[in-house]
């Protein structure tokens, strides 16, 4: 190989590198956005769930709504909106009440 060709081959496998850094990066930042915004979309489905059960203000009303919904979203959307994971989603929003707390902390994960 000529010097020449050599110095074509290393420009050529740097900009090879630096493209895929990029690609490796916007990765990257796509997954922590998704994950945010999902994070966020699940507080708020326990929140609805929690305010609209205790609305009921009947343990009963609240499980058969809770069971409902569930069937309905998962044939919908699939098996993330199961009766398990919707109760897990209102825990979370027992456990965090405040929007602007999920959010901060939402934003201190990596």
């Known amino acids: ?54 609305q009921g203000k009947r343990a009963g009303y609240g499980e058969e709504l809770v069971i409902g919904i569930s069937k309905e979203l998962t044939a919908e959307y699939g098996a993330g909106f199961s009766e398990k994971n919707l109760r897990r989603m209102r825990q979370f929003a027992e456990v965090y009440p405040d929007e602007e707390i999920v959010v901060s902390l939402i934003r201190q994960s990596p």
């Not at 420009?11 to 850094?21: E, V």
């Open 1 to 54: 190989m000529s010097e020449n060709e050599q110095i074509q081959e290393n420009i050529r496998h740097q900009l090879l590198s630096d493209i895929r850094l990029l690609i490796t990066e916007a990765k990257q930042s796509a997954a922590i956005a998704v994950n945010a915004t999902m994070s966020l979309l699940y507080w708020r489905i326990g929140k609805r769930l929690n305010d609209q059960v205790l």
